[in-house]
C-alpha cells in the first residue's frame, strides 16, 4: 500500500503520461481501495483472467468477477511467464482478449520471441503470428481498445538481456504494419504498442524515442518509486509522454 500512496503522488507530476499498475491478485482490493481514497487517474490490472464468464474452472478468476466485485481496468494477457510455466498459448491469449473485450476492459497483450527465434532469425515471423492470432476476429471497432506490450522473452528477468535500441524499433515498426495489414492504416496506428523488456534508468529514454513505442511496460525498475519518478523526470525531460 506504501509503494501505491507513493506513486499516486508521483502522478500529478507527470500529466502527459498515463499510469498503470498490475499487483498479484492479493493485492488487487486493497489497490482499488487506496486508488480510489486518493482520486488518481492510475488504472489498475489484473496478472491474468479465464475467458469463460462462469463455469467449473477451480482456481481461475472470472471476468465478470474482475469488472463486478473489484474494478479491474487492465487485463494482461499473455505474458511470456504465462506461457512459458503456465501453458499460455496465442490461441487462449485471443480468447481471452475477447473475454476481456466483451466486457470492457482494457486487454493489454503480451507477445514476445525466444533466443533461439532471435538468433535463427525467424522473431518477425513469430512475432506476426501471435499478434494475427491474438486479434483473431477482434473488430475494427474494438482493436483500437486493445494495448499490445512486446516482451522479447531473452529480455525479462533478472538474468534478461536488454534489447538495442534499434532492434525495438525494428520489431516495433513490423508489429505496426502488421496491425496496419489487419485494420487500416488509420486504425493500426491507433492501436497503442508498448515496450517491456528490462527497462530502466538508462534505456528508458532510447526505448520511448523509437518509431512505433507508444509507452513502456516497466517491472523491477519501478518496484522503486524513488527509481520509478527518476525514470519519468528523464523521460519528460526527453519530451516524451505516453504510457
Same mark, same amino acid.
Given at each position: 500500500?506504501?509503494?501505491?500512496?507513493?506513486?499516486t503522488?508521483?502522478i500529478?507530476k507527470?500529466?502527459?503520461?498515463?499510469?498503470?499498475?498490475?499487483?498479484?491478485?492479493?493485492?488487487?482490493?486493497?489497490?482499488r481501495?487506496?486508488? #480510489?481514497h486518493?482520486?488518481?487517474p492510475l488504472?489498475?490490472?489484473?496478472q491474468n483472467?479465464h475467458?469463460e464468464?462462469?463455469g467449473?474452472?477451480t482456481g !481461475?478468476i472470472?471476468?465478470?468477477?474482475?469488472i !463486478?466485485e473489484?474494478g479491474?481496468n487492465?487485463?494482461?494477457i499473455?505474458? %511470456?511467464e504465462?506461457r512459458?510455466?503456465?501453458?499460455? &498459448?496465442?490461441?487462449?491469449?485471443?480468447?481471452k482478449?475477447?473475454a476481456?473485450?466483451?466486457?470492457?476492459f482494457t486487454?493489454?497483450? %503480451?507477445i514476445?520471441?525466444s533466443?533461439?527465434?532471435?538468433?535463427?532469425g525467424?522473431s518477425?515471423?513469430?512475432?506476426?503470428?501471435?499478434?494475427?492470432?491474438?486479434?483473431?476476429v477482434v473488430s /475494427?471497432e474494438d482493436a483500437?481498445?486493445?494495448?499490445? /506490450?512486446?516482451d522479447?522473452?531473452w529480455a525479462?528477468?533478472?538474468?534478461?538481456?536488454?534489447a538495442?535500441?534499434e532492434?525495438?524499433a525494428?520489431i516495433? &515498426?513490423?508489429l505496426r504494419g502488421?496491425?496496419?495489414?489487419?485494420y487500416?492504416?488509420?486504425?493500426?496506428?491507433?492501436?497503442?504498442l508498448?515496450?517491456?523488456?528490462?527497462?530502466?534508468l538508462?534505456?528508458?529514454?532510447?526505448y520511448?524515442k %523509437?518509431?512505433?513505442v #507508444?509507452?513502456?511496460?516497466?517491472?523491477?525498475?519501478a518496484w522503486?518509486t524513488?527509481t520509478f519518478d527518476a525514470?519519468?523526470n528523464a523521460?519528460?525531460?526527453?519530451g516524451?509522454?505516453? !504510457?
Amino acid at each position: 500500500m506504501a509503494y501505491t500512496k507513493g506513486l499516486t503522488a508521483i502522478i500529478p507530476k507527470h500529466p502527459a503520461f498515463d499510469f498503470f499498475i498490475i499487483p498479484p491478485y492479493v493485492q488487487l482490493w486493497k489497490q482499488r481501495e487506496a486508488i #480510489d481514497h486518493a482520486h488518481s487517474p492510475l488504472m489498475l490490472g489484473a496478472q491474468n483472467v479465464h475467458y469463460e464468464d462462469a463455469g467449473q474452472f477451480t482456481g !481461475k478468476i472470472s471476468p465478470v468477477q474482475l469488472i !463486478k466485485e473489484i474494478g479491474i481496468n487492465i487485463l494482461e494477457i499473455g505474458h %511470456c511467464e504465462r506461457r512459458k510455466y503456465f501453458n499460455e &498459448t496465442d490461441y487462449t491469449v485471443n480468447l481471452k482478449t475477447l473475454a476481456a473485450l466483451r466486457h470492457g476492459f482494457t486487454p493489454l497483450v %503480451c507477445i514476445g520471441d525466444s533466443m533461439q527465434e532471435k538468433e535463427f532469425g525467424v522473431s518477425g515471423e513469430t512475432l506476426a503470428k501471435s499478434l494475427k492470432i491474438a486479434l483473431h476476429v477482434v473488430s /475494427a471497432e474494438d482493436a483500437p481498445k486493445v494495448w499490445i /506490450a512486446y516482451d522479447p522473452y531473452w529480455a525479462i528477468g533478472v538474468e534478461g538481456i536488454p534489447a538495442e535500441p534499434e532492434v525495438v524499433a525494428e520489431i516495433h &515498426t513490423a508489429l505496426r504494419g502488421v496491425l496496419v495489414e489487419l485494420y487500416s492504416e488509420r486504425i493500426g496506428h491507433t492501436i497503442p504498442l508498448l515496450f517491456g523488456g528490462s527497462v530502466n534508468l538508462d534505456n528508458a529514454v532510447p526505448y520511448a524515442k %523509437c518509431q512505433d513505442v #507508444d509507452g513502456l511496460f516497466i517491472g523491477r525498475s519501478a518496484w522503486q518509486t524513488d527509481t520509478f519518478d527518476a525514470i519519468m523526470n528523464a523521460l519528460e525531460a526527453a519530451g516524451i509522454s505516453g !504510457k
